[in-house]
């Protein structure tokens, strides 16, 4: 595991597995959906520990505070030692708001 001082957001992102793929990552910090410590970050904005980062993804947003910084992919059991989550708790699925419940035959014809 390679351990340094600072990263970019997109790379540590992927790194403590937030994101699929790096690609991904980098996609949604050019799209704003990504903060660090309150202000929009580009793809290349270095993270270092102590940093707060949220990220927003379909429904849900994830609230994380540095703890390490790392640019090589880990398993998620080292990866969750990277970061503390704060990320409020999901909604629950009974609560999540049905879309398009109606009786057969009452659309359009």
């Given amino acids: 595991m390679a351990e340094v001082t600072h990263a970019r957001v997109d790379a540590w ?14 996609a949604a910090c050019r799209a704003g959906h990504v903060r660090v410590n309150g202000e929009r970050a580009k793809p ?13 993804g379909g429904e849900r947003e994830r609230i994380v505070v540095v703890q390490r910084t790392i640019v090589k992919r880990v398993g998620a059991p080292v990866a969750v030692t990277c970061y503390l989550d704060r990320s409020p708790a999901p909604v629950p699925r009974e609560q999540a708001v049905v879309a398009g419940v109606r009786d057969r035959g009452a659309g359009r014809p």
């Fill in 13 to 26: 992102c992927w790194a403590v597995r937030l994101f699929a793929t790096r690609s991904a990552a980098g």
């Fill in 44 to 56: 290349a904005t270095m993270v270092v520990p102590g940093d707060e980062v949220h990220v927003r």
